[in-house]
């Protein structure tokens, strides 16, 4: 099983970053753990800040994967670009946010990607991936 986990804008500064939100660890440190916990799964993993680099990327493992995890970050709340690409492809998309962005400010309350997607998991910090991985283990979503 393949999945794509695909991060946007800021989360390369994870560890650094607004840490009482979003924690000390990096990226890189946290998919070691999932590729420990979940070892039978071919994960690969990209990060931009570009919104048509995600977008690429949407159409590049959309076709291909058995299940992507986006993490729009700031585009969650702006891209229409972004959620049509996730109703363009093919995988089904959980989209996942670390910190719970119903219970911060209300510009986070809204997403152009949910109604496009499989569901959503947030508000777990980096175990909203796990959780993710564990939903596409536990279901063949096609
Ligand atoms: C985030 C929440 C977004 O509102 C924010 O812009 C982010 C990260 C999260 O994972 O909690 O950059 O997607």
């Known amino acids: ?5 695909i991060n946007g804008p800021n989360l390369n500064l994870l560890g650094v970053r607004e840490t009482e ?16 916990k979940f070892p039978s799964i071919n994960f ?6 570009i919104e048509g680099e995600i977008i690429d990327r ?7 994967s058995d299940g992507i995890i ?3 970050a700031a585009y969650t709340h702006t891209s229409v670009g972004i959620a049509d690409a996730v109703k363009a492809i093919k995988t089904k ?10 219970s911060r400010e209300d ?5 152009f990607i949910t109604p496009h997607a499989k569901g959503l998991i947030t508000g777990f910090g980096l175990d909203s991936y796990y959780l993710a991985v564990s939903s596409f283990v536990l279901n063949n979503y096609k």
Not at 21 to 36: A, C, M, P, Q
Not at 44 to 49: E, H, L
Not at 107 to 111: C, E, M, T, V
């Open 1 to 5: 099983m393949k999945i794509s986990i």
């Open 21 to 36: 939100i979003y924690g000390f660890s990096n990226f890189e440190d946290y998919l070691k753990t999932l590729k420990h």
């Open 44 to 49: 690969d993993y990209f990060q931009s800040n």
């Open 58 to 64: 949407l159409h590049h493992v959309g076709f291909e």
């Open 70 to 72: 986006l993490n729009a």
């Open 93 to 102: 998309v959980i989209e996942v946010h670390i910190s719970n962005t119903s």
């Open 107 to 111: 510009f986070r309350h809204s997403s």
